[in-house]
């Protein structure tokens, strides 16, 4: 069993997080975010860490930079049981990420809306799908919650057993990650042929 002791949460869809938000919190969560998450967070009474006090760095170009960032990423990938790897995260000051709940810019829906071309690019996200696909690989030590549909999942887990999960729960919601971020990218790709 893995504890979860802090949250990076950063979504899109906020229907839903709140009843997730509230066991966390009680479990003594730390919630880490960033921008509109953050606020919807501290709306609930919740305390929340923005993002860029960990990175010391704003949300630039127009918000397409904002969790891609070495604090970030290193707390998520960093493996717990390499020495190595807990000393670097202990020198260049990275707090350990334990739960990644992120979800992604609606790409097939602003296709779908018939968007203009710009618009559609835009909804490419990245920092998103790198989030996802960072805590997706470091199963063994971080929960990836992909999308909303995943927040029933963990509440269920966390109401049973705390804020702890099994390898088996991990890598169960790693593959249900890598199904979104595969479903994704087969939209971008087909947009793109067209």
């Known amino acids: 069993m893995k504890q979860i002791k802090t949250a990076l949460i950063s979504v899109f869809h906020k229907d839903g997080l709140d009843e997730l938000l509230k066991k966390l ?3 003594g969560v730390t919630f880490l975010s960033t921008g509109g998450t953050q606020a919807f967070i501290e ?3 919740y305390e929340c860490r923005k993002v860029e006090d960990l990175t010391t760095y704003p949300s630039i170009l127009g918000g397409r930079v904002k969790t891609l960032h070495p604090k970030v990423f290193g ?24 739960l990644v709940i992120v979800d992604l810019y609606p790409f097939e829906q602003t296709v779908a ?6 618009d559609i690019i835009e909804k490419i996200d990245i920092g998103g799908i790198s989030l996802i696909r960072a805590a997706a690989k470091n199963f063994n030590d971080v929960v990836i919650i992909p999308s909303k549909e995943q927040y029933r999942p963990l509440l269920d887990i966390l109401n ?3 804020a702890q999960t099994t390898l088996e729960q991990r890598r169960s919601f790693a593959t249900a990650a890598f199904d979104v971020s595969s479903h994704y990218d087969t939209a971008i790709h087909a947009w793109f042929m067209k």
């Open 25 to 27: 919190n009680s479990e």
């Open 43 to 45: 709306s609930l009474g």
């Open 75 to 98: 707390g998520i990938l960093g493996r717990r049981e390499l020495e190595s790897d807990r000393q670097q995260m202990e020198h260049y000051e990275i707090p350990e990420i334990d």
């Open 113 to 118: 809306d018939g968007a203009s071309p710009a």
């Open 160 to 162: 049973a057993q705390g």
